[in-house]
């Protein structure tokens, strides 16, 4: 099955810096998201993204699907943007997608 | 619109014992998945369900089973309960699960003793 690597595994940063989160995948997807779990363990869906860019606010993110890689971008980060970033890909038709292990990022005030 | 639900939010359970778990997804939305999340394995595929049709399965024992019903809601199933069972069990739901966006409940957190 696919594969989804993310990098990097753990982040800190400072209230305002910017970040970029990675997410790698081993084969062509046709569905590709990132969601956000929040320290209650709240899943939120942040971008449904299997190609382009998308922006939401503060947060961006973009599929290159021909190298088969996606990134997230945060801007201007706040104390709430704390928490584990999940990238998830479905390849195929088999209706299920695969996690990867996550970025836990902590933002300090 | 309300988002997925499911009941209970937490369970403690003794091994050998079974327990069943609820979701009702976002109105509209067909699919609904199941997820297991711990610690050592992250998340973890259980299986996918569509107008009451498995269409997908993951890497689990038989005693992991689900059903889906006609109005979409759906329930899981766990028998002979393990210590290892121990996880955040999370439901999410979609238009198709292939092409549309996920959408997760708030989980349910399983203690097995």
């Known amino acids: 099955g696919i594969q989804v690597e993310q990098s990097p595994p753990d982040l800190i940063l400072q209230e305002g810096a910017n970040s970029t989160l990675r997410c790698n995948f081993s084969?062509?997807?046709?569905?590709l998201q990132w969601f956000h779990q929040n320290p209650w363990g709240q899943l939120i869906n942040l971008f449904y993204?299997?190609?382009g860019t998308k922006q939401n606010g503060r947060l961006s993110a973009t599929t290159v699907a021909t190298e088969r890689y996606s990134l997230l971008y945060i801007s201007s980060s706040q104390t709430t943007d704390s928490g584990v970033y999940f990238c998830?890909?479905?390849?195929?038709?088999?209706?299920?997608?695969?996690f990867g292990k996550g970025t836990l990022l902590t933002v300090n005030p | 619109k309300a988002g997925v639900t499911q009941t209970p939010r937490y369970l403690i359970k003794t091994r050998g014992q079974q327990v069943t778990l609820s979701c009702s997804p976002i109105?509209?939305?067909?699919?609904v998945s199941w997820y297991q999340q711990t610690p050592g394995q992250g998340l973890q595929f259980l299986f996918e369900?569509?107008?009451?049709?498995?269409?997908n399965k993951g890497n689990f024992p038989g005693r992991f089973s689900g059903r889906q019903f006609s109005n979409s809601r759906s329930e899981m199933n766990v028998s002979t309960l393990e210590l290892g069972d121990s996880a955040l069990y999370l439901c999410?739901?979609?238009?198709?699960?292939?092409?549309?966006?996920?959408?997760f409940g708030n989980g349910t957190r399983l203690t097995v003793t």
């Open positions: 369900y569509f107008s009451e049709t498995q269409r």
């Open positions: 109105s509209g939305h067909r699919s």
């Open positions: 084969d062509s997807v046709n569905n």
């Open positions: 993204i299997p190609s």
């Open positions: 998830a890909a479905q390849g195929g038709s088999n209706y299920k997608l695969t």
């Open positions: 999410a739901s979609s238009y198709t699960a292939a092409n549309s966006p996920l959408h």
